[in-house]
């Protein structure tokens, strides 16, 4: 085998484990994640499974970077097209929503789930979930500011809105995961559309000042 | 000793070990919960643990219990001699963040922790954590109804009320725990205060109809 064949069958290999590692850790948790679980689901030995990883805290913190990766593939991208502002934050609302609902996504929100389970115990593997969050808040800030300062979204600041756009998104997750509750996405779907759309309605024409919203 | 007595220090053991397990389970989970653990902490023998119990399940039980309880006695009873309606659901939602805030939580919301660990584990500690969630869900519509009807609060769906009060609450527990955002209780509070408050202030005096909600 040519070393280079044999470089890109390592990177293929690693990232066949880290896929499967991602969608395990949905269900049963990032620390739930073992070496010989995998190796016994991937038909690989546990020396080559740890071999691609080291240790599991390695392990653990590249399934969290795949995880981002995939969700910037799933919600950044179809919305990137957008118009900055109102009409991207829209965008991304949606996009992020229907890959909450997809197939793909069976043990719900990666990032959701992780929080919730290291949130409380200090280390890397915080760390990287908490900068993972951190950085989508801002995405979702920087458009909020740019609608403000386009005249879209009138008197809010940007990181409250970005604030309750999280939460909608985490209400279905744990309606949908948790109460098996269908209405879920519509529901927050519904709300964030309201918490995008409703300044200007309430001030139609310029015709008024936009109310304060928070 | 007499079996009066026997039998009370009995149930104060019980209570001792459940309220011990509810806040370890904060922080390192319903399934982290060790019959070894809870004995160590409390100086008692294992068999002395798990004889209160009989199984692990039957103590994640009970502790699901105890956090409901106190959930009840910190959140539902300083609001319960308020107006029903708008009057109610405004203290409940300050009881609530109060209560998430207070450093009685140090781990944050007891039943979102066991939600994310549990959703994707069928049995009965699942359908424990999800009744308790949908018992709140229907106390906190319930209670919006009656503002609907009262015509506090005009043209929103209690289930949608409902819903996107708790998952403010869900957001400011993910950035108090996970991000360290000494905001987010008061962002959280400020959106409350807006969703059960903003209609009222669009129609003045009732000299126009309030706009639709949801």
């Known amino acids: 085998?040519?070393?280079?064949?044999?470089?890109?069958?390592?990177?293929?290999?690693?990232?066949?484990?880290?896929?499967?590692?991602?969608?395990?850790?949905?269900?049963?948790?990032?620390?739930?994640?073992?070496?010989?679980?995998?190796?016994?689901?991937?038909?690989?030995?546990?020396?080559?499974v740890i071999g691609h990883f080291g240790t599991k805290e390695a392990l653990q913190l590249?399934?969290?970077?795949?995880a981002v990766e995939t969700f910037v593939e799933r919600v950044w991208a179809p919305a990137a097209a957008a118009a900055p502002g109102r009409s991207r934050?829209?965008?991304?609302?949606?996009?992020?929503?229907?890959?909450?609902?997809?197939?793909?996504?069976?043990?719900?929100?990666f990032l959701t789930a992780a929080a919730c389970e290291f949130d409380g115990r200090p280390g890397p593997v915080r760390e990287a979930i908490a900068?993972?969050?951190?950085?989508?808040?801002?995405?979702?800030?920087?458009?909020?500011?740019?609608?403000?300062?386009?005249?879209?979204?009138?008197?809010?600041?940007?990181?409250?809105?970005?604030f309750e756009l999280n939460a909608l998104t985490q209400a279905a997750n744990q309606a949908q995961q948790l109460l098996d509750d269908p209405t879920a996405f519509d529901r927050a779907r519904r709300a964030m559309h309201r918490l995008l759309g409703e300044q200007l309605a309430a001030s139609p024409r310029g015709a008024a000042p936009p109310r304060r919203r928070d």
């Open 131 to 162: 900068t993972a969050v951190r950085a989508w808040l801002q995405v979702l800030a920087a458009e909020a500011a740019t609608a403000i300062a386009n005249g879209e979204i009138a008197g809010a600041s940007p990181e409250q809105v970005a």
């Open 1 to 48: 085998m040519s070393p280079r064949r044999s470089i890109a069958e390592a990177r293929r290999t690693r990232e066949t484990i880290e896929r499967h590692a991602t969608d395990l850790a949905t269900t049963i948790g990032l620390e739930g994640l073992s070496i010989g679980r995998l190796a016994l689901d991937l038909g690989m030995s546990k020396a080559g």
């Open 62 to 66: 590249a399934v969290i970077e795949t």
């Open 89 to 109: 934050l829209e965008a991304l609302c949606d996009a992020w929503l229907d890959y909450l609902a997809s197939d793909e996504l069976q043990g719900g929100c």
